[in-house]
């Protein structure tokens, strides 16, 4: 149980950033991203030299473990970061918060794929599709993919890795019962789609996968069932109770962090631009009415209550983890719990934007660009809100353990 060296044994300098470092990179990562938000929107994914402000200031290593030289800071200033960037541009945080999340995932493989992984390039980053493809064929030494493709791959285009999902037999039960596993596959094996044109998020690429014929070892192959329950092979290597934390209480809060950021920017724009208007008909300053005056208190506690809930969801799972206690309540809790900050950052934005007048309908219009990317974000299958609350309804209801939806 010691989390010093990988498997490879080399030894790596180790990132030595504090949580309130991080957040004050964050800080000066968000003024940069400030002004370029629209050209990242209009890229449609990640432009290179983003991608490299990103590598350059550390921040994707904070969610790494400390023996494969990241910072193994806590979950609580991981969505720190990512709400603070989300403050100027949506489609970056929600690019990071992937990266972010992915190197807690990575942790959770064998530690002989974290080597592949991070062996060669402890900078190595990677993104996941739960979506689409075939099954997967048990072969000896692993499985193999023989053709499809798989969608919804945010940061695909930098990605040195990706994680595809597919129904595979278990290791030795060739007819036995079919589960889904996480299968790890290195850049090379797969086939970037261009199909990422949407109205909100616009800048995430999250485009489509082709694979064929393509070979995954058995030490790249995870089990979904595992990393729920928190049993993965990885975790098993760590001190850290962080990277034995179950997936659905953790994995959702870095995509749900910056549904909070998008809601502060939207925020932030709406006041500075609210400061400078008069009322079309009655002249009068926009900012003395009250209907505008409650919005925004309104809003702002909103946006205050997910921020809350969102960091106990974060300490709750870690606490969980460390001694096993309320492990299921906790799950199907966050499943709510994550579902609401989004709603609640939705329901900011949405009213602030209602409260802006015709011109926030511009395209040049910050507010606008922050409601269709915080609207993008509640259309992720794990937000949904309605599936995800009543789960705790039920669990509360003594229906079932509201952890199967």
């Known amino acids: 149980m010691i989390d010093q060296k990988g498997p490879s044994m080399k030894t790596f300098t180790t990132l030595d950033v504090t949580d309130e470092e991080a957040l004050y990179r964050a800080r000066l990562l968000r003024e940069k991203l400030s ?16 991608f490299a402000m990103f590598l350059e200031s550390g921040l994707m290593r904070i969610s790494q473990p400390r023996s494969w030289g990241g910072a193994q800071l806590p979950l609580t200033t991981h969505i720190e970061v990512i709400s603070e960037i989300a403050r100027a541009c949506g ?22 794929a974290q ?7 402890p900078e190595a980053v990677a993104c996941t599709s739960a979506v689409g493809g075939p099954p997967a064929q048990r072969v000896p030494g692993g499985a193999i993919i023989r053709a499809g493709r798989w969608t919804f791959l945010s940061g695909v285009h930098h990605a040195d890795w990706i994680i595809v ?61 595992a990393q729920q329950n928190g049993s993965t092979p990885g975790g098993r290597h760590r001190v850290d109770p962080v990277y034995s934390a179950p997936l659905d209480a953790t994995w959702p809060a870095y995509l749900a962090a910056p549904a909070i950021g998008i809601a502060r920017g939207a925020v ?71 579902a609401f900050v989004v709603r609640l950052c939705v329901n900011a934005v949405e009213s602030v934007f209602l ?40 669990r509360r209801l003594g229906v079932d ?3 199967t939806f």
């Open 35 to 50: 002004s370029r938000a629209f050209d990242i929107a209009d890229h449609r994914r990640l432009p290179d030299e983003v």
């Open 165 to 225: 999902n597919s129904t595979l037999e278990r290791e030795g039960v060739p007819d036995g019962p079919r589960e889904l596993f996480s299968l790890l596959i290195p850049k090379g094996q797969f086939r970037i789609i261009d199909d990422w044109k949407a109205i909100g998020l616009s800048g995430t690429g999250t485009c489509s996968v082709e694979l064929e014929d393509v070979f995954v070892p058995e030490h790249r192959i995870l089990s979904f069932a």
């Open 355 to 394: 409260a802006s007048g015709a011109s926030s309908l511009a395209e040049s219009n910050v507010i606008q660009r922050h409601w269709r990317d915080v609207h993008a974000i509640a259309q992720h299958a794990m937000f949904e809100y309605e599936r995800s609350v009543s789960a705790w309804g039920r």
């Open 115 to 121: 080597d592949d992984v991070w062996g060669p390039n």
């Open 268 to 338: 932030d724009a709406w006041i500075e631009r609210t400061g400078s208007r008069n009322h079309a008909y009655t002249g009068m300053p926009a900012s003395a009415e009250f209907q505008r005056q409650f919005k925004l208190g309104e809003a702002e506690a909103q946006i205050d209550a997910a921020d809350e809930i969102l960091h106990r969801a974060t300490t709750a799972v870690v606490e969980a983890a460390k001694t096993q206690v309320d492990v299921p309540e906790i799950r199907s809790r966050n499943r709510r719990d994550f």
């Open 401 to 403: 353990d509201g952890l």
């Open 91 to 112: 489609s970056s945080a929600w690019t990071m918060g992937v990266f972010l999340s992915h190197n807690w995932n990575l942790t959770l493989f064998d530690p002989l």
